[in-house]
């Protein structure tokens, strides 16, 4: 009996030490420490010093929680903008809660390498021959990648014809392409598409790059 109180005691002192530790974070954000959530994607948070023998859920009101790949992680679905709670519970009680922001994701832009103004000399292009997805702000490391896009150009009004590429970097029919083009021809970047962590594509506005 003394030894079963005192496995309790310990469990108990484990359970309070543990609690007295716990945060919620959203890791995808530059600054783990704004506590912001998104609609449109699945947002990974994690039970932050959560003991490994411990088996914590997780509630909140505006939205759909799923458990994730990884014990202590879940993958949190924004439904409605606003203020929502985050709440851990433990054996169906709460023991832990955050507030976290909800918001919209900002414009996602895709430049050339790290090209953000519009015109670059060819050298300057090859240095990075591929699109980069960038978050103004730079607050966020949401995982996009470039899935595919249409590259063509145009030169004293007459168009090249379109060139299909797969992945972020520039296939060799365009890398040669470029490479043999004049001043003053503007590099056409169309039909950008990409894949996020949620599973969904999403197509991106075109844009444009003039060669100097």
Same mark, same amino acid.
């Given at each position: 009996m003394q030894k079963l109180l005192l496995c309790l005691f310990l469990y108990m002192s484990l359970l309070v030490k543990a609690q007295s530790t716990l945060d919620i974070i959203n890791p995808n954000l530059t600054n783990i420490e704004k506590p912001y959530l998104y609609l449109g994607v699945d947002n990974l948070v994690v039970i932050k010093n959560a003991p490994a023998l411990m088996n914590y859920d997780m509630e909140m009101t505006k939205g759909i929680i799923t458990a994730g790949e990884e014990k202590h992680t879940f993958l949190i679905n924004a439904?409605?903008? +606003? *203020? %929502?709670?985050?709440?851990?519970?433990?054996?169906? =009680? #709460?023991?832990?809660?955050k507030a976290f922001i909800i918001d919209r994701l900002p414009d996602?832009?895709?430049?050339?390498?790290?090209?953000?103004?519009?015109?670059? +000399? *060819? %050298?300057?292009?090859?240095?990075?021959?591929?699109? =980069? #997805?960038?978050?103004?702000?730079?607050?966020?490391?949401?995982?996009?990648?470039?899935?595919?896009?249409?590259?063509?150009?145009?030169?004293?009004?007459?168009?090249?014809?379109?060139?299909?590429?797969?992945?972020?970097?520039?296939?060799?029919?365009?890398?040669?392409?470029?490479?043999?083009?004049?001043?003053g021809t503007t590099l056409y970047f169309t039909d950008v598409k990409l894949g996020s962590p949620d599973g969904l594509q999403r197509t991106v506005s075109s844009f444009t790059l003039k060669v100097q």
């Amino acid at each position: 009996m003394q030894k079963l109180l005192l496995c309790l005691f310990l469990y108990m002192s484990l359970l309070v030490k543990a609690q007295s530790t716990l945060d919620i974070i959203n890791p995808n954000l530059t600054n783990i420490e704004k506590p912001y959530l998104y609609l449109g994607v699945d947002n990974l948070v994690v039970i932050k010093n959560a003991p490994a023998l411990m088996n914590y859920d997780m509630e909140m009101t505006k939205g759909i929680i799923t458990a994730g790949e990884e014990k202590h992680t879940f993958l949190i679905n924004a439904k409605k903008d +606003g *203020i %929502d709670t985050l709440k851990v519970t433990f054996g169906g =009680r #709460v023991i832990y809660k955050k507030a976290f922001i909800i918001d919209r994701l900002p414009d996602i832009m895709v430049t050339v390498g790290n090209i953000t103004k519009p015109t670059a +000399g *060819i %050298d300057e292009i090859m240095m990075q021959p591929m699109l =980069r #997805v960038a978050l103004p702000g730079s607050y966020l490391t949401f995982p996009f990648t470039i899935k595919s896009f249409v590259f063509y150009t145009s030169y004293a009004n007459s168009k090249s014809p379109q060139i299909e590429n797969s992945g972020p970097y520039f296939n060799k029919e365009i890398i040669d392409f470029i490479k043999g083009l004049r001043k003053g021809t503007t590099l056409y970047f169309t039909d950008v598409k990409l894949g996020s962590p949620d599973g969904l594509q999403r197509t991106v506005s075109s844009f444009t790059l003039k060669v100097q």
